[in-house]
């Protein structure tokens, strides 16, 4: 069965400092996509990055990248030089056919 | 653009009402969603269309109608509802069975 772990409930962070949100996933597939979604207080859920099985490199979106180790299972999110509006609910999500396959989120606080 | 927009923004509703939600994007994609997402979790799929048509339905009660009149547009009806079905509903859409884009939500509170 497809699983998405994540096992961080909650991170503080310093203002300006990297932060890495862990995530591991499990499948039989050999073709899948994973995702991450930043959640603010609001509510939106805003697509951040993307990463695809068969990808030779790893993701990049401005401070967003997904480190993927496709051996390990594992698709952390790193953002670089975190700031305040970093903070919100960030969860991994997996595809299958048209259905996501979401972890349990990670609460985020960025802190000044 | 990646707009897709959800109205109300807010919504109370007495367990004998009926009301509808109402999700629209301009992408051109041919894939909706509707979610619930209670506080603190994941969102819950409930529907999913497919070039206008029901392709997913995970067990929803029937006091839960969608309805997608057309490519941009996709409805959510409300009937009977309970206070557990107080949560947030969020839309999204796709272009393919890959990234998921969402709407801004709707409130719903059942009293």
């Known amino acids: 069965a497809q699983k998405i772990t994540q096992t961080q409930p909650g991170m503080f962070v310093q203002e300006k400092e990297a932060v890495t949100l862990d995530c591991t996933y499990d499948?039989?597939?050999?073709?899948?996509?994973l995702f991450w979604y930043k959640q603010p207080s609001s509510g939106e859920m805003i697509f951040l990055i993307y990463q695809g099985s068969y990808d030779q490199q790893n993701a990049t979106e401005g401070r967003y990248s997904l480190n993927f180790q496709k051996a390990r299972k594992s698709a952390n999110l790193v953002i670089s030089a975190s700031q305040l509006g970093d903070s919100a609910m960030y969860f991994c999500a997996m595809s299958r056919n048209y259905q996501l396959i979401w972890g349990a989120g990670t609460k985020l606080i960025i802190k000044p | 653009d990646t707009e897709v927009t959800q109205t109300p923004k807010h919504l109370v509703m007495g367990m004998t009402n009926k009301k509808s939600l109402k999700c629209e994007q301009h992408m051109g994609h041919r894939a909706m969603y509707w979610y619930k997402q209670k506080a603190k979790k994941p969102p819950e799929l409930m529907f999913v269309?497919?070039?206008?048509?029901?392709?997913i339905n995970e067990s929803v009660p029937s006091r839960f109608s969608p309805e997608c009149p057309n490519s941009s547009l996709l409805n959510l009806h409300l009937h009977a509802l309970q206070p557990e079905d107080s949560a947030l509903y969020l839309c999204?859409?796709?272009?393919?069975?890959?990234?998921?884009?969402f709407g801004p939500g709707t409130r719903l509170t059942v009293t």
């Open positions: 999204a859409s796709s272009q393919t069975s890959y990234e998921q884009y």
């Open positions: 499948t039989s597939d050999p073709s899948y996509g």
């Open positions: 269309y497919s070039y206008e048509k029901l392709s």
